[in-house]
């Protein structure tokens, strides 16, 4: 199923809303191992938030899950910017899915325990981005559990 879905980055213009949502899908994946990684200290806490995160919001089983973030991590090991993923984002998700991503960020960071201010401040500058209002990024915050 994944490998339908990555195939379908050979053909960026598609309209098509199953295109749209491989697009997604990876774009989502990217923030959350950039989040993952931002405290250069990443455990399976960590992983299994971001695992159950995408395997949540995409209905992925764990073999595609496993798959996505691979891809996901060459994708950040080779990129230079995070505004392409964002910019899918923006496109594709509503306000309300935009505080429920935000809400995921917090989870995947909270979950060893400890918030590093690396990541508070990637998650705070893709808030931005996504132009999720600042009482919603606390708010999400808060509801991290």
Not at 32 to 47: H, I
Request: hydrophobic share 45%.
């Amino acid at each position: 199923m994944l490998k339908k879905i990555l195939a379908l980055f050979d053909e960026p213009d598609s309209t098509d809303p199953k295109d749209r949502h491989g697009d997604l899908a990876l774009a989502c994946a990217v923030l959350l191992v950039e989040v993952a990684r931002a405290d250069y200290a990443r455990d399976g806490l960590e992983d299994g938030r971001l695992r159950g995160f995408l395997q949540q919001c995409f209905d992925l089983d764990e073999a595609s899950v496993a798959e996505l973030i691979a891809f996901a991590e060459a994708e950040v090991d080779a990129a230079v910017s995070l505004h392409h993923h964002v910019d899918v984002m923006n496109a594709l998700y509503s306000p309300a899915d935009k505080y429920q991503f935000v809400k995921g960020l917090w989870q995947v960071a909270f979950a060893d325990g400890e918030l590093h201010h690396y990541e508070e401040h990637l998650i705070r500058r893709l808030a931005d981005l996504l132009h999720v209002p600042h009482r919603d990024f606390i708010r999400a915050k808060h509801a991290k559990g």
